[in-house]
């Protein structure tokens, strides 16, 4: 982390004194991550003393890439932090293909849900395991609906239900990356 005063503001950064002889420059992009911003100047001031993080040095071309927005944790840092891979959370499917599935989590928090190993699953359980499906057993039929019917659980409940965009559904954290952010679920 560096800090110093603000020394020249452009539409697309600003430049911060870091040393003596030595600036670096805030992308305006990386200024804020909570709002979006049109000019440097709504949300800094020439001579303003900023703290940064630095993303890059490049000796070769004697520049120094900064960010303010690093230095605040964002909705993504704070759920990594208070979850646990293995955990049952609640989210939102917000996009569905055949292998993977966009989820929200919280605002600004998505990950990602693999589709095909599920779908692999259902149908495998789905498969009859005798070689002919002409021949099926009624009298286990028969005994699977009448242990039902007694249990008194609908017959939904034994198959899992199609995703869809905008189903609210369970998840287990498969994967929780907190270097990448990345956070990927299975369904539960």
């Given at each position: 982390m560096v800090e110093g005063p603000v020394?020249?503001?452009?539409?697309?950064?600003?430049?911060?004194?870091?040393?003596?002889?030595?600036?670096?420059m805030i992308h305006i992009s990386e200024i804020s991550a909570e709002k979006r911003i049109n000019h440097p100047q709504e949300v800094?001031?020439?001579?303003?003393?900023?703290?940064?993080?630095?993303?890059?040095?490049?000796?070769?071309?004697?520049?120094m890439r900064l960010?303010?927005?690093?230095?605040?944790?964002?909705?993504l840092d704070e759920y990594i932090a208070e979850h646990h891979e293995g955990d049952v959370v609640t989210g939102?499917?917000?996009?569905?293909?055949?292998?993977?599935?966009?989820v929200e989590l919280g605002e600004?928090?998505?990950?990602?849900?693999?589709?095909?190993?599920?779908?692999g699953a259902a149908k495998a359980a789905a498969a009859p395991s005798s070689p002919?499906?002409?021949?099926?057993?009624?009298?286990?039929?028969?005994s699977m609906l009448q242990a039902r019917w007694k249990s008194g659980s609908p017959a939904s409940e034994s198959k899992p239900e199609n995703t869809r965009s905008g189903q609210i559904r369970?998840?287990?954290?498969?994967?929780?990356d907190k270097e990448t952010k990345k956070i990927e679920l299975e369904l539960a």
């Open positions: 020394t020249n503001i452009t539409k697309f950064g600003a430049f911060v004194q870091t040393a003596e002889g030595v600036e670096g800094l001031k020439v001579g303003q003393v900023v703290k940064a993080q630095v993303l890059s040095v490049d000796l070769e071309k004697r520049n960010s303010m927005k690093q230095l605040v944790p964002s909705g939102r499917i917000l996009d569905v293909s055949d292998e993977m599935a966009q600004g928090v998505s990950a990602t849900c693999r589709m095909a190993a599920q779908s002919s499906p002409a021949k099926a057993d009624l009298s286990s039929l028969g369970k998840f287990r954290i498969a994967k929780l």
